[in-house]
């Protein structure tokens, strides 16, 4: 096998082995998410026998809803709770304790076995057309890096036929993952529907506090006879966007931009959230798509130069000692840029299994949130900090630049704060602050001063984080500068000397333009730093008093982590970056050109 021949060999297997990969994964995600839906029904459905069994004390019902698929024996599990599903010789079993009428004790253990499927896994069709999809992508890469070169619409089309042989069969298996989890979800409810009607007593059923959703395993929407307003385990919203659904009604219902499944027993409307949202796998499998795209995209780019050994080689080293870096970049920050966008355009909590689509509209509503502005104005107020540190950084740095004694010890104090826990000097300074026992307090009665209370109002709470964070900064812009100061050659302040330059003259014309990178450099990385301030917030004040020191960090932690609102969070996050960027771009622009027109 020639060198070219064997080049051409490890391209291709390098384009169409992450492919291969990333349409396995596809339909595996696809199955994995019938099959928890299918484990998820299987609880549901244990656990409406049980409570059947428990309401009506007649286990003969049980054979209208789940024929020969249910034993009840007389043995007790203390070690069983809630209802479990897990494997066994004869399928997939769910296991739940039986417990009296007054649910006290348990009376026995009830094992339920899973409805038989539909499918067994993906339909052999599917897997067929991957199948094909696989080795027709094969002969396409061969092709292309086969050609010693390409143009733009050959480009186009090649780019096209990847797109469709890798999207077909992963197209076809969500299609399929869609219909079943709509199959799974349509028999979930027609089993509470069941349910609810082989109880004799159904108002009595409705009328107790979670009767109805401990029975059914569902949310649900009661309606007043006496035509009142309704009661609802929904959100107001959905429960009013469901009252516009004439009743009676069976089918799927749009509320509060989310589709449930709908279905009516009497006076009572069953909603349940569809497994096409809570197991969908669609965005899982694009994600999939994407990464095998752009990992078989490298090698391809390496076509042009298969009859180039050096170069190619050349190449292959370059990017084999990049590729660590690439994958920790794409792992740990690409990642999860891109979740957080996608966070951003969805309406999603913790608190609500329904994540619906919601576009751009979180952003929209940030435009009238007063308090995420307050927080960013906080946020730019903090930042003016930043050049009195400097400011006191450099003057301590052309201090300690001199040789004296004792200097090095000097450089570590000034340097310590840098390097000490943030929670643990936040707390001291809290104790130095504090408005009866503080130190600072404590030193201002001696020469007459009264107490200043430093972190508890709104006047001066923002302020003193503001010295806290100069104290804590003055020390790492220290050791930058000087490290500036270290490269401006003795020469030029020698020169000076000569010229009869003093001391001033000499910090204004060869100090500060030989510090100029070093100053735009430390300016640029604070700036960015106080946008991100958190840690000294979130210990000494936590936003207060009244929101003085509500910054933008910690308003955007304070909405995903106590609101559990993550999709305004990520569109928060978003648009602190946009902030961010813009602020260090106008930097950029300002001071370089300062800069060229100083050199």
């Not at 499998?285 to 042009?304: E, H, N, Q, R, Y």
């Not at 700036?527 to 509500?550: C, K, N, R, W």
């Not at 928060?572 to 060229?596: C, D, G, K, P």
């Amino acid at each position: 096998m020639s060198h070219n021949t064997r080049r051409r060999s490890i391209l291709i297997a390098s384009a169409l082995f992450p492919l291969a990969i990333a349409t396995v994964a596809g339909l595996f995600v696809t199955g994995q998410s019938v099959t928890r839906a299918r484990h998820d029904l299987l609880r549901k459905e244990t656990n409406t026998a049980v409570e059947l069994v428990r309401e009506v004390q007649l286990s003969q019902i049980l054979d209208s809803i789940f024929p020969r698929r249910w034993t009840l024996t007389d043995e007790q599990d203390a070690t069983l709770d809630q209802a479990i599903v897990y494997e066994s010789p004869s399928g997939v079993t769910g296991k739940a304790a039986v417990y009296d009428a007054a649910s006290w004790y348990r009376v026995g253990t009830l094992y339920l076995s899973a409805a038989p499927a539909r499918h067994t896994g993906l339909p052999l069709q599917i897997v067929m057309v991957a199948a094909v999809a696989l080795l027709m992508l094969g002969c396409a890469i061969t092709w292309w890096v086969g050609r010693p070169g390409s143009g733009f619409t050959v480009r186009i089309g090649f780019s096209a036929a990847v797109l469709l042989l890798l999207g077909t069969p992963l197209w076809l298996a969500s299609g399929w993952s869609r219909a079943e989890l709509a199959h799974l979800t349509d028999q979930r409810l027609q089993i509470a529907v069941r349910a609810l009607e082989l109880v004799p007593d159904l108002a009595a059923l409705s009328a107790r506090p979670g009767g109805v959703t401990q029975l059914t395993g569902l949310q649900f929407v009661l309606s007043d006879p006496a035509g009142g307003e309704p009661f609802s385990t929904l959100h107001p919203v959905a429960t009013a966007d469901l009252g516009l659904t004439p009743s009676p009604f069976t089918g799927r219902a749009t509320a509060d931009r989310v589709e449930y499944a709908v279905a009516d027993v009497e006076s009572i409307r069953l909603v349940a959230l569809p497994f096409e949202q809570t197991e969908g796998s669609t965005a899982t499998v694009v994600m999939i798509a994407l990464i095998g795209l752009m990992v078989a995209a490298l090698p391809l780019s390496f076509a042009a130069l298969a009859n180039q050994p050096r170069v190619f080689h050349r190449n292959v080293v370059a990017w084999t000692f990049l590729a660590p870096s690439i994958i920790h970049l794409t792992i740990f920050t690409v990642g999860p840029l891109g979740f957080a966008a996608w966070l951003s355009l969805h309406r999603w909590s913790l608190l609500d299994a329904a994540r619906p689509f919601v576009g751009l509209a979180n952003y929209a509503r940030l435009l009238g949130d007063g308090a995420f502005w307050n927080a960013i104005k906080n946020t730019a107020v903090f930042t003016l900090h930043v050049p009195f540190a400097m400011a006191i950084a450099l003057a301590i740095a052309l201090v300690v630049h001199r040789r004296i004694r004792g200097i090095v010890f000097l450089r570590a104090t000034l340097f310590l704060p840098t390097i000490t826990s943030l929670v643990a000097i936040a707390m001291v300074w809290q104790w130095m602050l504090h408005d009866e026992y503080g130190l600072i307090n404590w030193l201002l009665s001696l020469i007459g001063l009264g107490p200043v209370h430093w972190l508890s109002s709104p006047a001066t709470a923002l302020v003193s984080i503001m010295i806290m964070s100069v104290w804590m900064m003055v020390g790492y812009q220290m050791i930058l500068f000087q490290a500036g100061l270290a490269a401006i050659p003795q020469e030029y302040y020698d020169a000076a000397r000569i010229d009869g330059a003093g001391p001033w003259r000499r910090f204004v014309h060869v100090t500060l333009p030989g510090l100029r990178h070093t100053v735009f450099f430390v300016l640029i990385t604070s700036v960015i730093g106080s946008f991100q301030v958190f840690g000294a917030i979130y210990v000494m004040t936590e936003g207060g008093p009244l929101h003085a020191t509500d910054v933008a960090v910690f308003h955007i932690y304070e909405e995903a982590w106590r609101y559990f609102r993550f999709g305004d969070a990520a569109a928060m996050s978003w648009v602190l970056f946009a902030i961010i960027f813009t602020v260090t771009l106008l930097q950029f622009r300002t001071l370089e050109r300062r800069v060229e027109e100083s050199a």
